[in-house]
């Protein structure tokens, strides 16, 4: 079909498909594929099924044998292969000169063979999740068939429409062992999610291993008491902590780079630090009256802030240091939100600095801080991503900023030209209620959540590309980003029934052509991909 009759029945299909109706040639995969053409007949993937590669997609080619082994009970066997259909084969290669987007892929599907041609080797990984996807869940009687399990024949062309397809979460007020974040990873990865903010140190936990600095979680990654689900002001009574040493967090990094996925770690600045202040209190504003830094047994917006003494720079450019060679992300997340501003008040050291630097007020003085760090981190060869109230005070020469409280701030760093990543509370604040409240407690305390009301369909709703922009400063929207809050969220099951399906309604903004969307389509293929959700035991939020 050339541009011209594809052009032609795509007004026409849009004339007589009502909008909300399921498009009928939707595949069952969640981010929507930009074009798939499904056709008769499909090709079985049983236990004699082979995986030809080539050389660079030999790491993609061993993920996906751990795959079948799951479901087929036994490794496939791995050839070197130059991409061409064989029979009873799986074939991955790359080929940079296809016409799509970094990250976008070619997959045929034919009772003959699979094809999959990769831009590059995430172009090859994503279509190996589509192709999971397409196939039985694990665990289902058709693996066991005596030919296999049927996949479709299929030709999808797809390409990823955002750079920046994030899950934050928050380990700070809730430790959680490297497993869970690996096996968060792989559910990221199966809906071509991309970037993983991790974030590492809060008011309640330090959780990052600093060899310079062993208080941080000799004394900051651990506290007394939290407060139990269903009573915020209560305290459980019980010492919680836990920390990933730099080698675990080494082994995130691979194992999220192997899925294409780069880790941005969080360390925060200057606020929610009662942690660090804790470990090392000559950080923190030790001149003001009842000075006591602890780590926080309760949620909230904290107090203690870092002073703005050479001491305590020294303290964040090793820090960062650390990170820097741990973490080889470019961007390196600084935080910057909810630091108030009471203690620098009260502070005369603090105050000598705002006259010393000439600054006319607390929020140039976290200004004039952010841009030191900032300097910290070019000097690196990296750059400093911070939420958006390091606008406040002035912004930093080169950072990209987070929106999170409205699109706002978002929209006056495009205007200004630089990087944004989207994450509003109103849509993209994965820790609010998905569901009726009332009806949420019912099933017990462990289904409390900080407060909000985040249905699925309004995560799907949300397009992160302001319309009061022009397309120029819509360049700078990097993506959007789910944000997986702590404070209600004590484990792996809980992060993931809150984070899940709205992480794959966000992915698909995030992924798909705005055309594709469609939520009735969405739901209809969530019914399916709950399929796969169910067979590894995952129970996710609400399906619409
Ligand atoms: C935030 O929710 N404080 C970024």
Redo the contacts with the bound molecule.
């Keep these: 079909m050339n541009s011209f009759s594809r052009g032609v029945l795509f007004a026409i299909s849009s004339l007589v498909i009502p909008a909300g109706a399921v498009q009928a040639q939707s595949v069952p995969v969640i981010p929507a594929p930009m074009k798939a053409e499904a056709s008769t007949g499909a090709f079985r993937i049983g236990k004699s099924v082979v995986i030809r590669h080539d050389r660079a997609s030999a790491s993609e080619a061993q993920l996906l044998g751990g795959l079948l082994k799951t479901r087929l009970g036994v490794t496939p066997k791995m050839t070197s292969g130059n991409g061409s259909l064989k029979a009873n084969s799986i074939s991955l290669k790359v080929d940079a000169t296809l016409a799509l987007k970094d990250g976008g892929y070619r997959m045929t599907i034919g009772p003959d063979g699979i094809l999959i041609t990769g831009k590059d080797t995430a172009g090859v990984f994503y279509a190996m999740q589509s192709l999971i996807q397409l196939a039985p869940p694990a665990g289902d009687a058709r693996w066991a068939m005596p030919d296999g399990a049927a996949v479709s024949s299929v030709r999808i062309d797809d390409e990823p429409t955002f750079g920046w397809r994030g899950i934050q979460l928050d380990v700070g007020r809730w430790f959680l062992p490297v497993e869970d974040i690996k096996k968060l990873l792989d559910w990221m990865a199966f809906h071509k999610l991309n970037v993983f903010h991790w974030h590492l140190t809060e008011d309640q936990g330090w959780r990052f291993e600093s060899k310079k600095y062993p208080k941080l979680t000799e004394i900051g990654a651990w506290r007394a008491s939290s407060p139990p689900y269903g009573n915020r002001n209560a305290s459980d009574g019980k010492k919680h902590g836990g920390f990933y040493t730099q080698q675990q967090c080494r082994d995130v990094v691979a194992f999220a780079a192997k899925r294409h996925i780069t880790v941005v770690p969080e360390i925060e600045i200057p606020g929610?630090s009662s942690a660090a202040i804790a470990s090392y209190p000559y950080l923190g504003n030790d001149d003001i009256p009842g000075f006591a830094p602890t780590v926080m047994n309760q949620w909230g917006?904290q107090s203690n802030v870092l002073a703005p003494k050479e001491e305590t720079f020294k303290y964040i450019e090793d820090v960062l240091d650390e990170v820097c060679k741990v973490f080889p992300s470019k961007f390196i997340h600084i935080?910057g939100?909810?630091a108030p501003k009471t203690q620098w008040k009260k502070s005369p050291f603090a105050q000598g600095v705002m006259k010393r630097e000439g600054l006319k007020d607390e929020e140039e003085l976290q200004s004039y801080i952010i841009k030191r760090v900032e300097g910290m981190l070019t000097k690196r060869g990296r750059r400093l991503i911070g939420?958006d109230e390091i606008r406040e005070g002035g912004l930093s020469p080169n950072a990209t900023v987070?929106a999170?409280?409205g699109e706002q701030g978002g929209i006056d760093t495009a205007r200004e030209g630089k990087d944004v990543v989207m994450?509003p509370?109103s849509h993209m604040?994965f820790d609010y209620y998905q569901a009726d409240p009332k009806s949420e407690l019912a099933k017990g305390p462990e289904f409390e959540c900080i407060g909000g009301f985040l249905p699925l369909e309004q995560v799907y709703s949300y397009y992160p590309l302001p319309t009061v922009l022009n397309a120029q400063e819509q360049k700078k929207i990097l993506g959007l980003e789910g944000?997986i809050?702590g404070e209600y969220v004590k484990s792996y099951e809980k992060a993931m029934y809150l984070g899940f399906p709205r992480a794959a309604a966000m992915a698909e903004t995030g992924w798909s052509p705005k055309s594709r969307k469609n939520y009735a389509d969405f739901t209809e293929r969530l019914a399916k991909v709950n399929e796969h959700y169910k067979a590894a035991g995952l129970k996710v939020g609400p399906l619409k």
């Design positions: 929610h917006v935080g939100d909810e939420w987070q999170w409280r994450s509370t604040y944000q809050w």
